[in-house]
Nanobody, 116 residues
């Protein structure tokens, strides 16, 4: 099993920035990919970003390309999501997820609220 704990969310003004962290513990050797997702009230969960646990390939959802950056620190078993140029429509609970072929493990989420 792998446990994930996110942090770094908060209230920020339109145009502001935040950095989210996701710390993994447990059987982290089984992880091959790390993803970030978000879910706003009344909306479906949306893919935000992905990074492979080894290598440098990253992928982003269309709504965050050019504004968000995903990264990781393998030594710390931690993934990061840098959120820049935030907009009110970015308001959501942000979850990190990890796994191999599928998203096997999920964190509890961290709230990001962007005020206009």
């Amino acid at each position: 099993q792998v446990q994930l704990v996110e942090s770094g969310g908060g209230l920020v003004q339109d145009g502001g920035s935040l950095r989210l962290s996701c710390v993994a513990s447990g059987r982290t050797f089984s992880i091959s990919k790390v993803g970030w997702f978000r879910q706003a009230p009344g909306k479906e969960r949306e893919f935000v970003a992905l990074i492979w646990w080894s290598g440098n390939s990253t992928y982003y959802g269309n709504s965050v390309k050019g504004r968000f950056t995903v990264s990781r620190d393998n030594a710390k078993n931690t993934a990061y999501l840098q959120l820049n140029s935030l907009k009110p429509e970015d308001t959501a609970v942000y979850h990190c997820a990890m796994g191999t072929l599928s998203w096997d493990y999920w964190g509890q989420g961290t709230q990001v609220t962007v005020s206009s």
